[in-house]
């Protein structure tokens, strides 16, 4: 099936962040999204709260956190019990550990935490190659880098206001499962935002 994956959503389980469970819900349909993945910030109270709320049974919500390290954030998909740490080596060894996906968000955005070029001396599975929240010239230094790391590419809106939902997502061919969905990510997708391709 195909899959619209907005892959970077905080809600307001982040404290900087004002997305309500339900206004995720609303977000989500606006959008025409039918998967998610919420990447609050150092905890997985969102994904819980979503998972339990009943208001999801039509959408693939893939368990996500966004995790501060020393060396800037870090994402991790797919484990709903993620480990956490803030030597991002060590994180990035124990989400692999657990099958967790890893990705590099926002890499080259010097406003926030930022992995950057420390990318390549990390084990990093994804580059977020298209941030709803960066400039265009901030997303094409990612594109860049990903093709030359050969390292595929995710998108993301970074939504922390329920407008943004679904500003930037990632379309995958993949079953509904989340193993399917995991194995279609490490592949790479189509990285798209409202305004067209990057």
């Not at 390549?120 to 190659?129: H, Q, V």
């Not at 390292?151 to 989340?178: C, M, N, Q, W, Y």
């Amino acid at each position: 099936m195909r899959i619209l994956l907005d892959a970077h959503v905080h809600t307001n389980s982040s404290h900087d962040s004002s997305i309500s469970i339900s206004q995720l819900r609303e977000g989500i349909a606006a959008s025409g999204l039918n998967a998610i993945a919420v990447t609050d910030h150092d905890n997985m109270e969102g994904f819980k709260r979503v998972k339990s709320s009943g208001l999801f049974k039509e959408i693939i919500v893939i368990p996500g956190v966004e995790v501060t390290t020393d060396s800037g954030d870090v994402i991790i998909l797919g484990l709903e019990d993620p480990p956490f740490s803030k030597d991002a080596r060590d994180l990035i060894d124990k989400a692999h550990a657990r099958g967790g996906v890893v990705v590099a968000p926002h890499p080259f955005d010097a406003k926030r935490s930022s992995l950057g070029n420390g990318c390549g001396s990390l084990s990093i599975d994804l580059i977020e190659i298209m941030n709803g929240k960066c400039n265009a010239s901030t997303n094409r230094l990612a594109k860049e880098y990903a093709g030359y790391m050969r390292l595929p590419g995710i998108g993301g809106s970074d939504a922390h206001e329920k407008r943004e939902i679904g500003s930037t997502f990632t379309v995958l061919e993949a079953d509904k499962g989340l193993d399917s969905i995991m194995g279609a990510l490490r592949n790479g997708g189509r990285v798209l935002s409202r305004q067209g391709r990057l």
